[in-house]
């Protein structure tokens, strides 16, 4: 009988077979949480009610705006599609990954020092397991929101379905920006430990220059042409916008310009995580 030979596999398929098993190895993560989250779905009641709370609330005060006005567009948008827009930027706020503080308290109490030595990347294993937080928040504040604007504004009729792959992919795209956002303010831990500060002046510049106070398109003209450049618009309110009021033109540019910030931050991440985790390595963890 012959003698089998066997060959050692090429580079390529042998990479190939590593970023699928890694792949699944993530969507497995997802997967799992998002079952969790399932079993636990009436734990986002608490954000329903803040959803319900929000959304009357902005009925009320930019219907009283309209009124003054006497107008029937602000800055191209009708009452109906501002409170529509809220929905959908309020959707995206309360719905993040929210992993800082876990990544902090990690730091502060040394069980980061055993996380980093699983077999999983540190900050993919936080997106993974925090896509299922997503899906399901999103999908209750969603229909929630939706609920009280319909309630009070009517029904969006400027939707357009066709549109809503395009929105969705905006809408996804910034997810993962402010996760990396999130993210470096959580690496920033490993320096500072605490950074509920950086957390809260995140916060509070993606509120104003962010669109989640008011769309972009009722700042001052030169508060526009800062915000519309930064990242934090890309977050909130470029999909928002898109939802309400769909331009071709703004979704191409939205969608290049999530793309080159997320390429940013991914590559000032890598170097963050790369140094932070020597450091700790260096310090003893």
């Keep these: 009988m012959d003698e089998l030979i066997f060959l050692p596999a090429p580079a390529a398929v042998l990479h190939r077979r590593t970023w699928r098993g890694s792949a699944r190895k993530y969507l497995a993560i997802a997967r799992t949480n998002l079952l969790n989250r399932l079993a636990y779905v009436w734990d986002a009641a608490s954000n329903v009610l803040l959803m319900f709370l929000f959304i009357f609330i902005f009925a009320q005060l930019w219907g009283a705006t309209f009124e003054a006005q006497g107008a029937t567009e602000i800055a191209g948008l009708t009452l109906t599609q501002t409170i529509w827009y809220f929905v959908w930027a309020e959707m995206i706020q309360m719905g993040k990954i929210r992993h800082v503080r876990t990544v902090s308290q990690e730091v502060k109490d040394g069980s980061l020092a055993y996380t980093l030595g699983r077999p999983y990347n540190y900050l993919l294993y936080h997106f993974a397991s ?14 929630a929101g939706s609920l009280v604007a319909w309630s009070q504004v009517g029904p969006l009729y400027s939707f357009r379905l ?46 104003v220059l962010g669109g989640l106070l008011i769309p972009v398109d009722f700042l001052p003209d030169w508060l526009q042409a800062i915000a519309r450049v930064l990242p934090f618009n890309l977050v909130v309110y470029a999909p928002a916008k898109l939802f309400v009021a769909w331009d071709g033109g703004q979704a191409v540019f939205s969608l290049g310009l999530q793309v080159v910030w997320i390429g940013i931050l991914a590559g000032l991440l890598t170097v963050l995580y790369r140094y932070g985790t020597r450091r700790l390595t260096i310090n003893g963890g």
Excluded: R
């Design 130 to 143: 925090g896509i299922g937080d997503v899906l399901i928040q999103a999908g209750v504040l969603l229909v």
């Design 162 to 207: 066709e549109t809503l792959p395009v929105v969705l992919l905006v809408t996804a795209l910034a997810f993962v920006l402010d996760f990396c956002v999130l993210s470096i303010i959580a690496l920033l831990a490993f320096f500072m430990e605490d950074v509920n500060s950086l957390l809260f002046i995140y916060h509070k510049i993606v509120f």
